[in-house]
């Protein structure tokens, strides 16, 4: 534990022309990411670099050794890469090879971002999906742009019984939280903007018999 959060100090120092690097808990190790994109794991006091399609042939070249995850007792091969002594006292490479590790990591969060659908926010089912689908909120930046509040109302324009749960539900997939996450704060003024919007809609319909 002691040799891992040694690393991690040094990482941060030698690294440190990369961005702010921020470390947390991961696969019994530790995580180091810029911007919330990971690019290196710290496990067992040694630090692992994530692979990428540019960095890949010099990992290769260097024979630099794969982190071992073990998977029901059988050693699996992840895509992250020891860095050795000798590449700890070549810092100018160290922080080459790891800008091109954080590079291909962005590239790829970006791709999986662009790609990701309404159900694969928290919260939203794949019925959820179609429903939304339906009333021209179909990808994740629509939804985004939209809001939750106005997505809510076009779900409830086609069906009455829409409650609150799923706004709750909208909210968070929109904030990437699990309604149950969401702060106090946010539900309340989302309970009281659905109290007053039901009274607003009863009270036209009132009007209009």
């Known amino acids: 534990m002691q040799d891992s959060k040694s690393n991690i100090i040094r990482a941060k120092r030698q690294l440190s022309s990369l961005g702010v690097i921020h470390s947390r808990s991961q696969f019994g190790g530790y995580s180091l990411s810029v911007e919330r994109v990971v690019f290196a794991l710290v496990s067992e006091g040694e630090l692992y670099l994530r692979a990428c399609e540019e960095a890949r042939p010099y990992l290769i070249e260097r024979k630099m050794e794969p982190l071992l ?26 922080v080459a090879l790891s800008q091109l590790c954080l590079r291909g990591a962005s590239q790829e969060r970006t791709l999986q971002q662009k790609n990701r659908r309404l159900k694969d926010l928290p919260n939203l089912s794949l019925k959820l999906e179609v429903q939304l689908r339906r009333v021209g909120i179909s ?66 319909e009132q009007r209009s018999c």
């Open 69 to 94: 995850f073990n998977k029901r007792g059988i050693p699996v091969a992840l895509e992250y890469y020891r860095v050795d002594g000798s590449l700890w006292e070549e810092p100018e490479q160290l």
């Open 139 to 204: 990808t994740v930046e629509m939804l985004k742009e939209q809001g939750a509040k106005r997505s809510w109302l076009k779900l409830q324009a086609k069906n009455k019984n829409m409650g609150i749960t799923i706004l709750f539900a909208l909210q968070g997939a929109i904030q990437g939280l699990h309604c149950e996450a969401l702060p106090v704060a946010i539900k309340e003024e989302l309970r009281h903007w659905h109290s007053e919007t039901l009274l607003s809609q009863s009270l036209s």
